[in-house]
């Protein structure tokens, strides 16, 4: 049997966390754009040295909060929520105990950053920008816990403005889960464990598009 390590009660992180977000909505003197996206998903890999783990490729839906502050920058708050699958695939030579196992795996990111904006004279603004945060792996597994790990994030894309009020955002996003590590796996009798070396980054990504709705 395979199954990961039990972590700490995760349940203030996340208060403290969604009470972050709504304090920075209703604090926001400044014109508000809310955006609402759905994208591609790519869910990436960690390799052990008895295996691979491997996270399949989804639909993404994102959400997003941002207000300017000077000279095009903004800064913003996003959550992204992909369903998918999580497979552990062991390698030839990785001894008795460590199977094939795969379960249901809902992955989340809640991150803040600041992103710069460039005008162009038409209703088609370019932007990049860069944020940190968490990533939340909710592994299905039996009794398994959700795996919290600081992360960042690098990505671009365009704005192209109906109107004042209305607008379409197109994004591609480099997605960096820090120190994956942390996830353990152990097969159940022999109390063998996965090995990995310690801060191995698990590269992920979305493409992703929706609409801006602007308030004031």
Same mark, same amino acid.
């Given at each position: 049997? !395979?199954?990961?390590?039990?972590?700490?009660?995760?349940?203030?992180?996340? %208060?403290?966390?969604?009470?972050?977000?709504?304090?920075?909505?209703?604090?926001?003197?400044?014109?508000?754009?809310?955006?609402?996206?759905?994208?591609?998903?790519?869910?990436? =890999?960690?390799?052990?040295? &008895?295996?691979?783990?491997?996270?399949?490729?989804?639909?993404?839906?994102?959400?997003?909060?941002?207000?300017?502050?000077?000279?095009?920058?903004?800064?913003?708050?996003?959550?992204?929520?992909?369903?998918?699958?999580?497979?552990?695939?062991?390698?030839?030579?990785?001894?008795?105990?460590? %199977?094939? %196992? &795969?379960?249901?795996?809902?992955?989340?990111?809640? !991150?803040?950053?600041?992103?710069?904006?460039?005008? %162009?004279?038409?209703?088609?603004?370019?932007?990049?920008?860069?944020?940190?945060?968490?990533?939340?792996?909710?592994?299905?597994?039996?009794?398994?816990? =959700?795996?919290?790990?600081?992360?960042?994030?690098?990505?671009?894309?365009?704005?192209?403005?109906? =109107?004042?009020?209305?607008?379409?955002?197109?994004?591609?996003?480099?997605?960096?889960?820090?120190?994956?590590?942390?996830?353990?796996?152990?097969?159940?009798?022999?109390?063998?464990?996965?090995?990995?070396?310690?801060?191995?980054?698990?590269?992920?990504?979305?493409?992703?598009?929706?609409?801006?709705?602007?308030?004031?």
């Amino acid at each position: 049997m !395979l199954k990961l390590l039990k972590i700490k009660d995760t349940s203030m992180k996340k %208060t403290l966390l969604l009470l972050s977000f709504v304090a920075f909505i209703f604090t926001a003197k400044a014109q508000i754009e809310f955006t609402a996206m759905g994208g591609y998903f790519m869910g990436g =890999n960690v390799d052990f040295w &008895e295996g691979r783990f491997e996270m399949s490729d989804e639909a993404v839906y994102n959400i997003t909060a941002s207000i300017p502050t000077i000279k095009g920058n903004n800064i913003e708050v996003s959550y992204s929520f992909s369903g998918g699958t999580g497979t552990f695939i062991p390698y030839q030579n990785s001894g008795i105990g460590f %199977t094939r %196992t &795969e379960a249901p795996l809902n992955t989340h990111y809640a !991150l803040i950053g600041s992103y710069q904006q460039f005008e %162009t004279g038409t209703p088609i603004t370019p932007f990049i920008g860069l944020s940190i945060g968490a990533s939340i792996f909710d592994y299905q597994y039996k009794n398994t816990a =959700n795996v919290w790990r600081f992360a960042g994030s690098l990505g671009g894309g365009f704005k192209i403005y109906i =109107n004042e009020k209305i607008g379409i955002r197109l994004q591609g996003r480099l997605l960096m889960p820090m120190y994956f590590a942390g996830i353990g796996f152990y097969a159940g009798g022999s109390g063998g464990g996965l090995s990995m070396n310690t801060g191995t980054v698990a590269f992920q990504g979305d493409f992703s598009g929706g609409l801006i709705f602007r308030l004031k």
